[in-house]
């Protein structure tokens, strides 16, 4: 049974950092591309970031660009999402996701991230 | 503002058939990009429905079927069920912009 454990969410001022993990089981880790994607209070889903399954191609929604890092350990089964300069905006539930072709097959619980003063 | 247009809600009694539509343009659906849905029930992830336009993941009803036509999709339920009650979000990838993109979801409400 595959699961997709987040973690690492919580509250945090603007500005501020954060690093997102979300840990692997019951598939070959390394065979997949692996995904972020968000949910803002209220909102529809946003996809955040995608990561190839060796780690060497990352891509990322422009609204993240060049503040977010994704990125993996392999041997871990572990993704992560370093965050940087966070605003109000971003404030939403992060979802992990495992990517099978150009969709999202499973799906972890999500971890809830606050931006606020 | 989403990339993939959806309505934003859709309503139907039990047993009732309903669609939910889903408009993209020449950069993600019309371009060829297959379109996906997901169906998330209040307080939980997201879990796929329909893949591939039309193919359903084990496990899934045979109630629900995708359909795709240029630049736009279709999700049908019928029978409908009060367990159907939840947001539904169709999904592509945009080739301008490089990465997957949503609908911004349809409620849908069972009478």
């Known amino acids: 049974e595959v699961q997709l454990l987040e973690s690492g969410g919580g509250l945090v001022q603007p500005g501020g950092s954060l690093r997102l993990a979300c840990a692997a089981s019951g598939f070959t880790f390394s065979t997949y591309a692996m995904t972020w994607v968000r949910q803002a209070p209220g909102k529809g889903l946003e996809w955040v970031s995608t990561i190839g399954g060796s780690g060497a191609d990352s891509y990322y929604a422009d609204s993240v660009k060049g503040r977010f890092t994704i990125s993996r350990d392999n041997s871990k089964n572990t993704l992560y999402l370093q965050m940087y300069s966070l605003g109000v905006g971003d404030t939403a539930t992060y979802y992990c996701a495992k990517r099978f072709f150009y969709f999202f097959d499973e799906w972890g619980q999500g971890t809830p991230v606050t931006v606020s003063p | 503002q989403s990339v993939l247009t959806q309505a934003p809600s859709v309503s139907g009694a039990p047993g009732q058939r309903v669609t939910i539509s889903c408009t993209g343009s020449s950069s993600n659906i019309g371009a060829g990009s297959d379109v996906h849905w997901y169906q998330q029930l209040p307080g939980t992830a997201p879990k796929l429905l329909i893949h591939?336009?039309?193919n359903r993941p084990s496990g899934v009803p045979d109630r629900f079927s995708g359909s795709k036509s240029g630049a736009s999709a279709s999700l049908a339920i019928t029978g409908l069920q009060a367990e159907d009650e939840a947001d539904y979000y169709c999904?592509?990838?945009?080739?301008?912009?490089?990465?997957?993109?949503f609908g911004g979801g349809t409620k849908l409400t069972v009478l």
């Open positions: 591939g336009n039309t």
């Open positions: 999904q592509s990838y945009d080739i301008s912009l490089g990465g997957a993109v």
